[in-house]
């Protein structure tokens, strides 16, 4: 069983910065695809950032040129770097990962954005 392990989340002003971590148990060096979700309530999760093996990223509409995901294949751990933070971020931010099999995902943090 993979574990995703998630931190850095809190509360910040807007216009302020956060960086998520996700620490992946297993090594994440061959995975397919690995990012972050975040879903508020009443609404479908939807995807904020994903990095494929290939180094290649993929970003919503909505956070293009705002959020960085970046990875580290030494400390098996995907990093989501948030600039100029809007109220309309605030959410619970979940990680995601896929090798060859399933799809795994954290626990959840949570990311308050006040105005």
């Known amino acids: 069983q993979v574990q995703l392990v998630e931190s850095g989340g809190g509360l910040v002003q807007a216009g302020g910065s956060l960086r998520l971590s996700c620490a992946a148990s297993?090594?994440?060096?061959?995975?397919?695809?690995m990012g972050w979700y975040r879903q508020v309530p009443g609404k479908q999760r939807e995807l904020v950032a994903n990095?494929?093996?290939?180094?290649?990223?993929n970003y919503a509409d909505s956070v293009k040129g705002r959020f960085t995901i970046s990875r580290d294949i030494g400390k098996n751990t995907v990093y989501l770097q948030m600039n100029s933070l809007k109220p309309e971020d605030t959410a619970v931010y979940y990680c995601?990962?896929?090798?060859?099999?399933?799809?795994?995902w954290g626990q959840g943090t949570q990311v308050t954005v006040s105005s």
């Open positions: 990095t494929s093996r290939g180094g290649s990223t």
């Open positions: 297993r090594s994440i060096f061959s995975i397919n695809v």
């Open positions: 995601n990962a896929r090798w060859a099999g399933p799809s795994y």
